[in-house]
């Protein structure tokens, strides 16, 4: 009989999210991360935008070039925690409409971390989306959509990855 590996993958709940309104010069592997907690879907998304640079002496391929990159974040999730993790996405949702209303940028650092994950990510976001359901036959739901944003500052970048301690 094979000896099978009993190594679990980690799920998904392994991973939190932390997030601290901000600027994109601050400390941010030195902030104090709220976690967002009570998050049952966790999707990061990196893409690249190109451009097609092949000339004819290419053939018949092309040749792309990532000429930018974005990252955006989703997490969804209950609103009726009864952890701290419930005034950390109160906290959230008034700044992004405070921020709004007050003609300037929802952004911050977000803090993507876990036992299961071979890195950790600190990016500098605008919270592109606060969203709250309130059935009246089920639990309450929220969640948060967020894009990366340049930091102003060419000494930090605003995608920063680190292995974990």
Known sequence: MAECSTGKVGPGKLVSVGWIAGCGND????????????INTKQLTAAASVADSANDQSGA???EDVVRSSLELTVSGFSTSVDSAQS???ALVNYYHDEIQAGRQ????LKVSGASMPRIYYI???CKGADEGFN??????ISFSF???????ADISPVNIVAPV
């Open 147 to 153: 894009g990366v944003r340049g930091t102003g500052d």
């Open 88 to 90: 950390v996405q109160n």
């Open 124 to 126: 500098f976001v605008n």
């Open 61 to 63: 391929y092309t040749d």
């Open 136 to 141: 009246t036959d089920d639990i309450s739901t």
């Open 27 to 38: 400390d941010y592997a030195n902030l104090s991360y709220g976690a967002l907690g009570t």
């Open 106 to 109: 929802p952004s911050g650092w």
